[in-house]
């Protein structure tokens, strides 16, 4: 395998035709005829774009120029310093060398020169000589790169020998024998599908043995997350949660699982027959999911909760886990420490579903506000389980995911048990491009690095919530009427650099949750809630609203896509992935967004694809569309209704695995919501947006519940393409929509 990674050389007389130009491209020539490419500059350019350039480079050259350094000394020095800090900041290995003459380097301060591989005498050794050892130096870099299984999967891919084994395209061969098997070849290109092996490849390892290259990458990775032990997992953080619940939950076992969980964990819930127990988070007025109260982590608190459950004061035992969402889909954290404290001993594995929160162990910022990392204490007898999608937030492809343990002081993970489990949920044929992605992701993050790549999410999430206060400010001095989103977060914007002005404060008013504890959540900045107007602080419907689901729309066709849509709230977030600005994009589409608002612009101009499949709300205005829409909410109080339906008292009549029995014996009845009141359901109800499971199996309909689908229904009838999807509805031929419910003895 052939990578491009160039000697880049920074002479500002690279091009230049007197003998210092003629000097450089001499070596830049015999740099080439050694088989590196080379890339000569001649500045430092713009500081902006030195985290591509380190990362495309083998080596760097940097020219110092005699004349120079004696004439404008501090001006120069100041310049190769603030480059090779730049470069230092992100990458501690990549060789950099300086060029210049034997005089020179006793201009150069040690700090500086303490950084670099080496001092290129320009007229002491032939070109040839210098370009040896350069090359050797930058070679040595690159072949250091690679994380082992990385490593093993392109030295495999490059060796070209002939497979016998499945899968049966046989390294690409087969798609060439057809022409829409030629299209698929090229667009995914020779190495995707020459990597794409089978796990006969013995010099692979295996990912369900963890054995070899894959065991190897693993290890490097618990190394870089500060875990004692870390499994990749190639079919999302759901499997993830399955495979630690499998591994530690029978039937019958009590179980505490925050309300606000991914379905994959009341998945789990289900299959391992677990009682569940429910935490109950806060909801603030504009809908937005907030964090436990500590309160309800008091083991007493647990206690009650359990004594006064149907089915969980007959089970014995400790609860066998815990599991909270850490990062909620808003960016709320948990105090971890905080937890452990209480529950340690008391609960037997702390479960933390970290699938938002991979990026937190590598930034202080984060401090106790993520489950495992350096020099975090073990817990003295509870197992702590993290499980990350390493493709939400770092440079994972999709399904790529990890588990990650710490061993309680009294107790190790026993891993042959623990792969019981893994194996219980894992194909025995992993993709391992998506291996390679969680080998790559993890090494992405080692020290300094990962740092950076966290920082830079971080400032970037910072200036954007900046610049959308400026926006704010500037309207708000045209007096008439003028309206800007507001980026949910604190009020004071003094020190937003530091942990201390995201902690959710007891009562303050910008969360809207009410007293919470000191010390105990704080707010992911670089998860980021953007409200819409319509609703006020108090929860009351104001005169005029736009809906979020019409501003999202509206930004898909303007080429944003959102994360996640409420009612009156929308969610963006910034993962390493982001560029500087590329929110700016966002900025001016709400800008637009505003712009065709106050005009009041017919859709058909201003959402054409929409009204494309749509075309009944052609001649409707971008403001009176809102309108409407806001009305049917507010007469229909539905912000109210959603807070009230998630909070109200879920009675449960049945295990969760008892009642999706009955789905599998049919022995159900498929009822219209009229007739919903007091059934028991089989199926997990979902409404989109939250995406939050609302039902689940096994608990019964409340009347709210009811009066919210009937909401659904009507509306849905009456403004098709603006549907609210309910995971679990199905929809009748006459239109009316239907839930599978446990059939009631007759
Ligand atoms: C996305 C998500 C998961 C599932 O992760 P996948 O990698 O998509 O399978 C689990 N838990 C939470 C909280 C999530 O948001």
């Given at each position: 395998m052939r990578f491009h990674f160039p000697v880049i050389i920074i002479d500002e007389d690279f091009r230049s035709e007197n003998t210092s130009g003629l000097g450089i491209r001499v070596l830049a020539e015999a740099i080439e005829k050694e088989g590196m490419e080379v890339l000569g500059v001649t500045s430092y350019g713009d500081m902006t774009s030195f985290a591509q350039q380190q990362s495309r480079a083998s080596a760097f050259i940097l020219s110092i120029d005699d004349e120079e350094l004696v004439q404008e000394p501090e001006e120069s020095i100041a310049e190769l310093r603030s480059f090779v800090e730049e470069v230092r900041m992100r990458n501690a290995d990549i060789p950099i060398f300086l060029h210049g003459e034997t005089r020179t380097s006793s201009h150069i301060p040690y700090d500086v020169l303490r950084e670099l591989h080496g001092f290129i005498h320009m007229y002491e050794d032939t070109p040839e000589f210098i370009a040896r050892y350069v090359t050797r130096e930058a070679r040595a870099y690159l072949d250091a790169l690679p994380p082992p299984f990385f490593r093993a999967l392109t030295n495999y891919a490059a060796d070209g020998s002939y497979s016998w084994h499945c899968p049966g395209h046989s390294g690409g061969v087969a798609f060439l024998k057809s022409p829409v098997g030629q299209m698929f070849h090229q667009f995914f290109g020779e190495n995707m599908l020459r990597a794409d092996v089978c796990n006969a490849v013995e010099e692979l390892g295996q990912l369900l043995d963890h054995t070899g290259p894959v065991a190897a990458s693993e290890h490097n990775a618990a190394r870089i997350f500060n875990c004692d032990h870390l499994y990749f997992v190639t079919n999302g953080t759901s499997a993830s949660n399955k495979i630690v619940w499998h591994s530690v939950v029978a039937p019958g076992d009590i179980v505490i699982v925050d309300r606000n969980c991914h379905k994959s964990v009341l998945h789990s819930i289900i299959m391992t027959g677990a009682i569940p127990v429910f935490l109950k988070p806060t909801r603030n007025h504009y809908g937005i999911i907030g964090p436990i109260p500590k309160e309800e982590f008091r083991w007493d608190n647990i206690m009650r909760k359990i004594a006064a459950h149907p089915f969980a004061r007959e089970a014995k035992g400790k609860p066998r886990v815990l599991t909270i969402t850490q990062s909620t889909y808003d960016g709320i954290l948990y105090n971890v420490e905080a937890i452990k404290e209480e529950l340690d001993g008391k609960v037997e594995n702390l479960h933390f579903d970290e699938a938002w929160l991979p990026h937190a162990a590598f930034h202080d910022f984060y401090g106790d506000y993520h489950a495992i990392g350096a020099d975090r204490p073990r817990c003295k007898e509870s197992m702590i389980f993290s499980t990350q999608s390493t493709h939400k937030l770092l440079a994972g492809l999709s399904q790529a995911s990890q588990i990650l343990v710490q061993d309680a002081e009294a107790l190790r993970l026993d891993r042959s048990v623990f792969n019981e489990a893994y194996l219980m949920h894992t194909?025995?044929?992993?993709?391992y491009s998506i291996i390679a992605s969680c080998d790559v992701a993890a090494a992405m993050m080692e020290e300094p690095g990962g740092t950076v790549l966290v920082e830079e999410s971080i400032t970037e999430a910072l200036n954007f919530r900046r610049a959308m206060r400026k926006l704010e400010k500037e309207l708000a001095?045209?007096?008439?009427r003028q309206w800007w989103f507001k980026v949910w977060?604190?009020?004071?914007?003094?020190?937003?650099?530091?942990r201390e002005a995201w902690m959710l404060k007891p009562g303050d008013r910008w969360h809207g949750f009410g007293n919470l504890a000191e010390g105990f959540n704080m707010l992911d900045p670089i998860k980021a809630t953007i409200i819409t107007p319509g609703l006020d602080v108090s929860g009351e419907f104001s005169e005029r609203g736009i809906p979020a689901a019409i501003v999202t729309k509206y930004l898909a066709e303007h080429g944003v896509i959102v994360e996640k849509c409420g009612l009156y709230s929308f969610f963006i977030m910034f993962t390493i992935g982001i560029t500087k600005g590329r929110w700016n994009t966002l900025v001016t589409a709400l800008q637009q967004f505003k712009d065709d608002y106050d005009r009041n612009h017919p859709l058909w101009k201003v959402l054409p694809e929409f009204i494309a499949k749509c075309p009944r709300y052609e001649r409707v205005g971008l403001k009176d569309l809102c309108e409407q829409i806001h009305r049917v909410y507010k007469d229909n109080d539905v912000a109210r209704l959603t807070t009230e339906m998630y909070v109200s008292n879920m009675e449960p009549a049945m295990r969760p695995a008892d009642a999706f029995a009955k789905l599998s014996h049919r022995e159900i009845e498929r009822l219209p919501i009229s007739d919903l009141e007091g059934r028991i359901t089989a199926v997990l109800l979902t409404p989109y947006p939250p995406g939050i499971p609302l039902l689940i199996p096994g608990e019964r309909f409340n009347r709210t519940i009811v009066r919210y689908l009937e909401f659904v229904r009507d509306f849905n009838c009456a403004y098709p393409g603006f549907e609210t999807d309910v995971h679990g509805l199905i929809k009748g031929e006459n239109g009316d929509y239907y839930v599978d419910c446990v059939t009631s003895p007759a």
């Open positions: 194909s025995t044929s992993p993709q001095k045209n007096q008439d977060g604190p009020d004071d914007q003094s020190d937003i650099e530091e």
